[in-house]
């Protein structure tokens, strides 16, 4: 779900936008394998995986490194 091109590894996802780049990437805040399996499998809509990540990020393990990483965001 973090790839620059589209599923034939070549041709570049147009949702990328030229010229912006991140400075940081957190593990922590990559959906769990299990959700992403799930959505591959079309066992989830879309908006299913999206309200399961949101939730996965609201979850008390995850929630303090993304208010961490706000904060910092927003210093």
Do not use: Q
Not at 11 to 35: C, H, M, N, Q, Y
């Amino acid at each position: 779900m973090s790839r620059h091109t589209k599923e034939d590894g070549i041709t570049p996802d147009e949702r990328i936008i030229e010229g912006v780049s991140f400075d940081e990437w957190r593990k922590e805040f990559a959906p769990p394998e299990k959700l992403v399996g799930a959505y591959y499998r079309n066992e989830l809509s879309w908006e299913d995986f999206e309200k399961k990540y949101f939730d996965f990020l609201r979850s008390a393990e995850i929630k303090p490194y993304v208010e961490a990483f706000a904060k910092r965001c927003t210093e």
